[in-house]
């Protein structure tokens, strides 16, 4: 796979009275994980004839409105905008 996961957990500490002695123990209280991409070469460079990530395409080739809404910096832009998309076939 391309891609990793991290996931961290979260203890809740409680001390408990053991007859004269007191333990502390311990219960998951929650977690989260992230997913990450291993492989940062695709992400800088491409082999040839290979494209970059299609999510670029795909989001460069929406409605203006819609690019707009998820970044103002994308507004009246296409492939040809960022040299990196628009050094591939």
Known sequence: S???KFTSLYYEKEDVAFGDEI???YAVAGSTFETYLLE???VISHGQNERSYHI???LLCAPEEFKTSVWDGLKDT???S???L???D
């Open 86 to 88: 628009g050094s591939t």
């Open 82 to 84: 960022f040299s990196y």
């Open 40 to 42: 940062k070469a695709r």
């Open 78 to 80: 296409t492939q040809e």
């Open 23 to 25: 333990e502390s123990v």
């Open 56 to 58: 670029f395409y795909q």
């Open 2 to 4: 391309r891609f990793g």
